[in-house]
């Protein structure tokens, strides 16, 4: 979320995807500060696509974890199974 964009009553962007996602990766690589990580967990109560997506990706980074003897996994591994498991953006 950009300090442009409108915030709607759940504290997320009306900007789209696009910032949803932005802060989901915060989230996962805790980089959120607490208020923008609850605003998120909020957001995922009402919102599928959100919801699906913080869970599909905290089990591949545990997967990941557990496989790889909690060694970071490289960013370039991260990003190919990610865009792998995505689905297609909406149009």
Partial sequence: MNNNSRANENGMS???PEDCMKLLS??????????LKDQFLEHIKICM????RYHLDMAIKQLLKT????KK?????IQ????????PPAQ
């Fill in 14 to 16: 009306e900007n789209g």
């Fill in 26 to 35: 915060k989230v996962l690589d805790n980089e959120a500060n607490d208020d």
């Fill in 49 to 52: 696509p959100c919801y699906q």
């Fill in 67 to 70: 496989k790889c003897g909690n």
């Fill in 73 to 77: 996994a490289p960013a370039d591994l």
């Fill in 80 to 87: 190919s199974i990610r865009t792998q498991t995505s689905p």
